[in-house]
Each structure stands twice: as structure tokens, then as C-alpha cells.
């Protein structure tokens, strides 16, 4: 399996907090606990930690790969998971960065 690694992020964002309200991914439930703690309104909530997880999982690289999909395991096929990535930078011109699995 092949994939760039912006891809893999992607995924990672959206099975961990979704798309949008209809879709609030693996977290939403805590954004509604911690609606109830602290006031304010649980899609306040869910989009604080929306950014809070996008800002997060934007600044890791390529040599984070693996950490990325033993939390998101999903994100991968069964087969890949618990093994490590090869990555590489693409011969394209954009220079993607690639996560493969053997």
C-alpha cells in the first residue's frame, strides 16, 4: 500500500474529529463531556479541539508515520497496522512525501 503522506493525515483528522457536525469522528463525544463541565456549548467545544487536532497532527512529518496510524489505526488496511512504513519523498514535482507499506 501506497499513500502520500498529506493523505494519511487527512484521514487521521477526519477519523479523529470528522468533517463536519454531522460527522464528529472519535473525539465528539468528549466535546459533548466537556460541554457539560464547563458551560459552553458542545459544538464550541468541538471546534476547539477540531483545531486543536488539526494544528497538531499539521506540524508532524513523515518520521511520524507510525505514531499516526497506531492512533488511527483505521486509517490504514488491517494488513499495515503495527508494521513500519517506508517513507520517502515521491518523484514527482511536487516532491510528495510517501508512506508505504510492504
Known sequence: MRVKWDTL????IAYLVGNDFANVGRLGPYACLASIGNGKNW???M???RQIVIRTIERWDVRRAKALVDLCPEIV???C???IPRCYVADNANGDWVVEYE
Not at 9 to 12: E, G, I, L, Q, V
Open 77 to 79: 488496511p488491517a494488513r
Open 81 to 83: 497496522r503495527g508494521k
Open 47 to 49: 471546534e476547539e479541539l
Open 9 to 12: 493525515k487527512d484521514k487521521a
Open 43 to 45: 459544538r464550541d467545544n
